[in-house]
């Protein structure tokens, strides 16, 4: 595990902490008992198979979804305040005839000025700003449809880091990229991390890049199955059972 960022752990300025949390829909109990604390700065993986309940979780603890339990957000510097959260859902499918432009999505997003004025001299150099961060400053003239799955993850990271969050929430970020551009992306969600000092929780079923990377990771299968490190993790039996793999790689 990584050291802390604060220094002799985060004690009371966690960014998360999640105890006790089910969720149950329509009569049935997709989540129980989940129980996990994210440090600042730590890289946070949530994995399982399908239909496990990854997503309901992230659903749960950005307030989208009901539940039982008890989650509570801090940052160091901000008692008695919410810490800002970034969020990119599953990468959403764009027309590639679609004319919308990189440039025009952050005006949408993030902007009072209609898209379709285009953007001022003023807001381009934010927009590069933003993209900056992301190492994708070349992409602000696209059009969202023609960009590949790391280039629009780029995009969607460069969104949600406006402003900048304290903790970082990413659903499947590596789906639809391919193996060269996953180990670029977690080599900037890393960067990022340390960075600017926010911490990352992320679901994901690509496992090969997790000890490089994570500092925890959470199983979920409809509960919480195991918690460690990645080597903790991808080497219990407990994911043996689940995924019928062993270390990341099929039996």
């Given at each position: 595990?990584?050291?802390?960022?604060?220094?002799?752990?985060?004690?009371?300025?966690?960014?998360?902490?999640?105890?006790?949390?089910?969720?149950?829909?329509?009569?049935?109990?997709?989540?129980?008992?989940?129980?996990?604390?994210?440090?600042?700065?730590?890289?946070?993986?949530?994995?399982?198979?399908?239909?496990?309940?990854?997503?309901?979780?992230?659903?749960?603890?950005?307030?989208?979804?009901?539940?039982?339990?008890?989650?509570?957000?801090?940052?160091?510097?901000?008692?008695?305040?919410?810490?800002?959260?970034?969020?990119?859902?599953?990468?959403?499918?764009?027309?590639?005839?679609?004319?919308?432009?990189?440039?025009?999505?952050?005006?949408?997003?993030r902007s009072k000025r209609p898209a379709f004025f285009g953007a001022s001299k003023k807001q381009r150099e934010w927009i590069l700003s933003c993209l900056d961060r992301v190492h994708g400053c070349?992409?602000?003239?696209?059009?969202?449809?023609?960009?590949?799955?790391?280039?629009?993850?780029?995009?969607?990271?460069?969104?949600?880091?406006?402003?900048?969050?304290?903790?970082?929430?990413?659903?499947?970020?590596?789906?639809?990229?391919?193996?060269?551009?996953?180990?670029?992306?977690?080599?900037?969600?890393?960067?990022?991390?340390?960075?600017?000092?926010?911490?990352?929780?992320?679901?994901?079923?690509?496992?090969?890049?997790?000890?490089?990377?994570?500092?925890?990771?959470?199983?979920?299968?409809?509960?919480?199955?195991?918690?460690?490190?990645?080597?903790?993790?991808?080497?219990?039996?407990?994911?043996?059972?689940?995924?019928?793999?062993?270390?990341?790689?099929?039996?």
């Amino acid at each position: 595990m990584r050291p802390f960022l604060h220094g002799g752990g985060c004690a009371d300025a966690c960014c998360l902490r999640v105890q006790n949390l089910s969720v149950t829909i329509g009569g049935s109990q997709i989540l129980s008992d989940v129980n996990l604390h994210v440090h600042c700065g730590q890289m946070v993986a949530v994995i399982g198979p399908n239909g496990a309940g990854k997503s309901t979780f992230l659903k749960a603890v950005l307030g989208q979804q009901d539940y039982d339990g008890v989650i509570v957000f801090s940052a160091p510097g901000q008692r008695g305040r919410k810490a800002k959260i970034g969020y990119v859902p599953q990468s959403p499918a764009f027309d590639p005839g679609d004319p919308v432009s990189v440039a025009d999505l952050f005006l949408c997003c993030r902007s009072k000025r209609p898209a379709f004025f285009g953007a001022s001299k003023k807001q381009r150099e934010w927009i590069l700003s933003c993209l900056d961060r992301v190492h994708g400053c070349d992409l602000i003239d696209k059009r969202i449809g023609t960009l590949s799955g790391g280039e629009l993850q780029r995009v969607l990271l460069a969104l949600a880091l406006e402003p900048l969050p304290n903790i970082l929430i990413l659903d499947e970020p590596l789906s639809g990229v391919d193996m060269e551009g996953q180990t670029g992306l977690m080599d900037m969600l890393d960067e990022i991390r340390k960075e600017y000092d926010l911490s990352i929780l992320m679901t994901t079923h690509d496992f090969s890049l997790l000890p490089r990377y994570a500092d925890q990771v959470v199983l979920i299968n409809h509960k919480m199955v195991c918690l460690g490190t990645p080597e903790e993790v991808l080497s219990s039996d407990a994911f043996r059972q689940v995924f019928h793999m062993q270390g990341g790689g099929a039996k």
